[in-house]
């Protein structure tokens, strides 16, 4: 019997190419998408993830088709730059809601089924929330947020058999670039916003495809023990390991220098 899947944010990006190689690897993968979207890969049904009940009922539907749920992949997220003053209450909410509220209430909602198959729920995370960039405060706050809850849970369900596992990508080429909303101008910060903002899009063009990701996604898969988290790319594992091993005010400010300076 093929193993099921469920992705939040199929219709593009690293969920996209999740979903179609899983899809390739004999899993039936129904995607979650908030617009319709047709894939003759898998199959995505539309939902807001921050609308709990719209989730809940594509969780039903596909559990009343398939019998079973193996894998969760929580992907679906937004980003928001520029400085914190100029955040909007607005913006700050949504990308909180979206990347990790709505991540929150889907894991719950999950973990009854994982249950019953010993299944994994996977959290993609971000290199982000581990190392923190300036002017993306918020984003930076979020996947941390993922990562501690993530790890947080696997507590609370590693004896029933669910594996919970974060995955952290760096740098990914994808349409989440063009997609990030810039809130307010450069104010006081005489061209750094600007900068470091262009800085984060020439990193994130010749970044890793988003089918790198999605092969880690599927490593994490097929392992009997995956681990707690993965950094995806050789030079990311690079950069998350001197940061635990280096000083924080030392780390804070070559990321200041890369991402905060003229």
Same mark, same amino acid.
């Given at each position: 019997?093929?193993?099921?899947?469920?992705?939040t944010?199929?219709s593009?990006?690293?969920g996209?190419?999740?979903?179609?190689?899983?899809?390739?690897r004999?899993?039936?993968?129904y995607?979650?998408?908030? !617009?319709? +979207?047709?894939?003759?890969?898998?199959?995505?049904l539309?939902? =807001?993830?921050n609308?709990?009940e719209t989730?809940k009922? @594509?969780f039903?539907?596909?559990?009343a088709?398939?019998?079973?749920?193996d894998a969760v992949i929580?992907?679906?997220?937004?980003g928001?730059?520029?400085?914190?003053?100029?955040?909007s209450d607005?913006?700050?909410?949504r990308?909180f809601?979206?990347?990790?509220v709505?991540?929150?209430?889907i894991?719950?909602?999950?973990?009854p089924?994982?249950?019953k198959?010993?299944g994994?729920l996977?959290?993609i995370?971000?290199?982000?929330?581990?190392?923190?960039?300036?002017?993306?405060?918020c984003y930076s706050?979020?996947?941390?947020g993922v990562?501690?809850f993530?790890l947080a849970l696997?507590g609370?369900? !590693?004896s +029933?058999?669910?594996k919970v596992?974060t995955?952290?990508?760096g =740098?990914t080429?994808?349409?989440?670039?063009a997609?990030? @909303?810039v809130e307010g101008?450069?104010?006081d910060?005489g061209g750094?916003?600007g900068?470091?903002?262009?800085?984060?899009?020439k990193d994130?063009?010749?970044?890793?495809?988003p089918?790198?990701?999605?092969?880690t996604?599927e490593?994490?898969?097929?392992?009997?023990?995956?681990p707690l988290?993965?950094?995806v790319g050789?030079q990311y594992?690079?950069f998350?390991g001197?940061?635990k091993l280096?000083?924080?005010?030392?780390?804070?400010f070559?990321?200041r220098?890369?991402?905060?300076?003229?």
């Amino acid at each position: 019997m093929a193993k099921v899947a469920i992705i939040t944010g199929a219709s593009s990006g690293i969920g996209l190419s999740t979903a179609r190689r899983l899809s390739a690897r004999g899993y039936r993968v129904y995607g979650i998408a908030r !617009r319709p +979207f047709h894939d003759d890969a898998f199959e995505c049904l539309q939902a =807001d993830v921050n609308d709990p009940e719209t989730v809940k009922s @594509v969780f039903e539907t596909v559990f009343a088709r398939e019998g079973r749920i193996d894998a969760v992949i929580n992907n679906a997220g937004m980003g928001i730059a520029g400085a914190v003053e100029c955040a909007s209450d607005e913006m700050i909410r949504r990308i909180f809601d979206t990347n990790l509220v709505s991540l929150v209430q889907i894991s719950s909602l999950a973990v009854p089924y994982l249950r019953k198959t010993r299944g994994n729920l996977v959290n993609i995370g971000s290199v982000a929330g581990v190392l923190p960039i300036p002017f993306q405060a918020c984003y930076s706050a979020t996947k941390a947020g993922v990562l501690n809850f993530s790890l947080a849970l696997d507590g609370e369900v !590693r004896s +029933f058999g669910v594996k919970v596992t974060t995955v952290l990508p760096g =740098d990914t080429k994808t349409g989440f670039t063009a997609a990030r @909303v810039v809130e307010g101008g450069e104010a006081d910060y005489g061209g750094r916003i600007g900068k470091s903002i262009r800085r984060m899009e020439k990193d994130e063009q010749n970044g890793k495809s988003p089918l790198t990701v999605a092969k880690t996604v599927e490593k994490v898969l097929r392992k009997k023990h995956p681990p707690l988290k993965v950094t995806v790319g050789g030079q990311y594992k690079l950069f998350v390991g001197l940061g635990k091993l280096l000083p924080t005010r030392f780390v804070n400010f070559v990321l200041r220098k890369m991402y905060a300076e003229k």
